[in-house]
């Protein structure tokens, strides 16, 4: 048993940190793909819906690098518990909000579990494991991340079917809050000691420690990154709005998308580990600008169910991206280097949502095609700078 615990890198604090975020994403998940839908039903134009997307894009990237500062300076565990209450209070002006712009206030204590938390959720995977099982330990957060994905859609879909848009999102925003308790739980098992720095490192400083071949990696995740962020809050509207299908269908197909990269995730990260990530990292940024355009050529149901599998390969060597960004960055820094790197990817990314709004109403398929252009510029950005040996 322990053996196998090791070869899927299930050390402590993995576990930990890995529950905490399967519970939060199955009760996330319950609501969270349809909320451009209740921005809708509380009467939020369509260009307030991409704004919405920009301001999540936005704070994302406001939000990682104190993030990571408050994960380096106060310790693992006592930062993750601040994230998850801050969440909770978003949780709840969500169920609240009478008018569409309280959900933007909302958004603002949410982002605080998908954003601050994610350079502490990386250090944790770097300071736990060793290089060479990174990639598998990063591997099980994601696979934890998913299964709630390949399941809590559909019951969210159902729900809002049976209670209405406004019904079925707070039925899931009041489980979400049951389940944020338990994480606090989980969290608190955590014990990895604070490293302290030699000297006081502000940001400037933390920038100039990232190596050339991570600069370059965060280069073409950007043109990758705004290639999602041009349709991603738009994607509930194309297929309910434009193809014509309904909620619970809309729910099954991102169950098939998480399905599809859950079952592509062990075998691709055990051989990213063994040779090498490059071609893992640019499969994953194939995927990202071949999806937009699925998605646009599909007329119903069957046809965007192989878009969603499409989707589903974004994901493919995710697990071996991640890898590589905690492999280069400094160990003492490890939580502010992180945020950094996805502070400047999501302030550039900020606007996409927002103009993907703009061509949304010029045609609705116009973000799509664009998007996928712009997505296959990251994959050239990415094969033709990251050497190998950098990526192994």
């Known amino acids: 048993m322990r053996s196998r615990a090791e070869a899927f890198g299930l050390e402590r604090n993995i576990v930990a940190v890995s529950g905490a975020v399967f519970l939060l994403a199955l ?8 909320l451009p839908k209740y921005l809708e039903t509380l009467g939020a134009p369509v260009t307030a819906i991409g704004f919405f997307g920009t301001c999540q894009d936005l704070l994302d990237g406001v939000y990682q690098y104190p993030g990571g500062w408050i994960g380096d300076r106060y310790g693992r565990r006592r930062a993750l518990v601040l994230f998850v209450a801050l969440a ?3 949780y709840g002006l969500y169920w609240w909000a009478p008018t569409w712009p309280v959900v933007f206030a909302g958004l603002v204590f949410v982002m605080a579990w998908s954003s601050m938390a994610s350079p502490t959720l990386f250090a944790v995977v770097g300071d736990a494991l060793p290089r060479q099982r990174r990639a598998v330990g990063f591997t099980v957060q994601s696979i934890l991340r998913r ?5 809590a859609p559909t019951l969210g879909g159902l729900a809002i079917a049976a209670y209405g848009v406004i019904g079925g999102i707070h039925l899931g925003l009041a489980l979400t809050v049951g389940l944020a308790a338990i994480t606090l739980v989980a969290i608190r098992r955590i014990d990895i000691p604070v490293a302290r720095d030699e000297a006081p490192m502000n940001v400037v400083a933390v920038w100039r420690s990232l190596p050339a071949p991570l600069r370059w990696l965060l280069a073409s995740d950007i043109f990758v990154r705004t290639c999602e962020g041009l349709v991603d809050v738009f994607l509930v509207l194309y297929c309910i709005d434009v193809v014509g299908i309904g909620a619970p269908a809309y729910g099954i197909l991102i169950g098939v998308q998480a399905v599809t990269a859950i079952v592509s995730y062990l075998p691709v990260a055990r051989l990213a580990d063994r040779i090498g990530r490059k071609p893992f990292v640019i499969a994953t940024f194939v995927a990202f600008a071949a999806f937009p355009v699925a998605v646009v050529l599909a007329h119903d149901f069957m046809t965007l169910l192989v878009a969603f599998v ?6 493919v060597g995710e697990p071996a991206r991640k890898a590589m960004i905690v492999d280069l960055v400094r160990p003492s820094l490890r939580a502010r280097s992180i945020g950094l790197y996805y502070l400047v990817r999501s302030l550039t990314v900020a606007p996409a949502a927002f103009i993907g709004g703009v061509l949304w109403k010029v045609s609705p398929g116009l973000p799509f095609w664009l998007a996928g252009a712009i997505g296959l510029i990251g994959v050239a950005v990415f094969a033709a700078t990251v050497e190998e040996r950098y990526a192994s």
């Open 88 to 90: 909770v209070i978003g």
């Open 147 to 151: 299964i709630p994905i390949a399941v």
């Open 310 to 315: 499409v989707g589903g390969l974004r994901e």
């Open 27 to 34: 009760g996330e998940n319950l609501w969270k793909r349809f």
